[in-house]
């Protein structure tokens, strides 16, 4: 099988299918993080359509939906050297429009697509735990679940090509919302002198718990941003919610704010930083760390 992407998520993703025993062509634009995967055994292919060319099955985990078009569509692209009766599995966080409308040209020739974006963060990655939310045909989502559940816990087929992209976009708004509510629960609670840890104990344990000061409790206590899921990442992914919220008349007001939130962040050179660093603007307008 081929894998196309091998960035924070990707590495670990494909990591984690080696492991279970699937033998992987992989190819990645930077060369050298292939290369480390190559140590465990992975083929190395000099482009994605190389990739297609020597896989029934493809998984692409990429930036977003630029990249999934170029990569899928392009001149070297999957789509150039797929073979009949594959299967492409896009990961990445895309477009739900793109996704559909890349499952037609990918049935025309005979090759079955889905959309199966992820959510858990690098940690998930790491620990094959990873929500999948699957869109596509239910006779491919069977042919990948084995695929899947090497890398994820919660897999889901959630409804016809473009679907698993809606839920994520439905997913990437609940995650900003709840960064940036924990992020003013936490300055509240500190400027009036109780400690941020303190906060989080009590809320873990009430209705306002939740899965961001699980995962993220300890890089909003320290301020270590190093990136787990990157803030520029965050609002590219809010740019697609907000693009779905036009198409189909949804009002999507708060998303927009906590978006420009994070093109503040982007604008102050924060954008490779972990996305729970939206505290850091928080403490500045508030006057307090």
């Known amino acids: 099988m081929g894998f196309v992407g091998l960035g924070i998520m990707g590495t670990s993703m494909a990591r984690n299918l080696i492991e279970d025993g699937h033998e992987l062509v992989i190819h990645n634009r930077t060369r050298a993080k292939a290369e480390k995967l190559a140590m465990l055994g992975a083929e190395v292919a000099t482009s994605p359509r190389e990739v297609a060319g020597r896989s029934d099955v493809i998984i692409t985990m990429l930036p977003g939906p630029p990249e999934v078009e170029e990569v899928l569509a392009g001149e070297n692209g ?3 050297g797929v073979r009949d009766g594959s299967l492409i599995v896009d990961m990445s966080t ?4 793109l996704a559909q409308e890349l499952s037609r040209t990918a049935n025309t020739r005979g090759v079955g697509m889905l959309d199966a974006p992820v959510s858990g963060g690098d940690i998930g990655a790491i620990e094959g735990t990873l929500s999948i939310m699957v869109g ?4 491919d989502f069977e042919r990948a679940r084995p695929l899947f559940e090497a890398m994820g816990k919660t897999i889901v087929h959630v409804g016809a090509a473009g679907a698993g992209q809606t839920v994520k976009a439905c997913n990437q708004i609940v995650v900003a919302l709840v960064i940036e509510a924990v992020s003013e629960a936490l300055v509240l609670g500190s400027k009036a002198g109780v400690k941020p ?3 989080i104990e009590v809320l873990s344990g009430g209705l306002a718990a939740n899965k961001v000061m699980e995962v993220k ?3 909003f206590l320290s301020h270590d941003f190093a990136a787990g899921g990157k803030v520029e990442y965050h609002r590219k992914d809010l740019g697609i919610s907000l693009a779905a ?3 189909y008349g949804v009002a999507l007001t708060v998303t927009a ?5 994070f093109g503040t962040l982007v604008a102050q050179g924060k954008g490779g930083w972990d996305h729970s660093a939206l505290i850091t603007l928080i403490e ?3 006057g307090a760390r």
């Open 217 to 219: 409790g300890e890089k």
């Open 78 to 80: 999957l789509l150039k």
């Open 197 to 199: 840890e303190k906060v």
């Open 245 to 247: 919220g036009r198409e």
């Open 257 to 261: 704010l906590v978006d420009q939130l």
């Open 284 to 286: 500045e307008w508030s």
């Open 136 to 139: 596509g045909e239910k006779e």
């Open 94 to 97: 895309s477009s739900p429009l």
